[in-house]
Nanobody, 128 residues
């Protein structure tokens, strides 16, 4: 069974940076598709970024493009979300999730749909 562990949240001032980590285990396939989501109080859950290990493809929501970077350390089974130039609108609980994929997968705008596994959230708070 796939297990996901998110960490790295915290309190940061506007303009600051944080790096979230998602450590994954239990994948049956060599392909690992990890997606970060976030949910702010009173708002719907929002897809943030996707990473696919099959081809290294990434995808970002428009709201974070140019500020957030997703990457992977295969040796540590960890996917990172580097968040720069944070603003109060980025305040949310951030979740990592995974798709159960066999074969190649290219991250795309529909990557935020139909996740198979979810980790617990990590709180990110950006003060103004």
């Amino acid at each position: 069974e796939v297990q996901l562990q998110a960490s790295g949240g915290g309190l940061v001032q506007a303009g600051g940076s944080l790096r979230l980590s998602c450590t994954a285990s239990g994948f049956r396939s060599d392909t690992k598709v990890i997606v970060w989501f976030r949910q702010a109080p009173g708002k719907e859950r929002e897809g943030v970024s996707c990473f696919s290990s099959s081809d290294g493809s990434t995808y970002y929501a428009n709201s974070v493009k140019g500020r957030f970077t997703i990457s992977s350390d295969n040796a540590k089974n960890t996917v990172y979300l580097q968040m720069n130039d944070l603003n109060p609108e980025d305040t949310a609980v951030y979740y990592c999730a995974a798709k159960d994929i066999v074969g190649n997968y290219y991250c795309n705008p529909f990557s935020f749909d139909r996740m198979h596994y979810w980790g617990q959230g990590t709180q990110v708070t950006v003060s103004s």
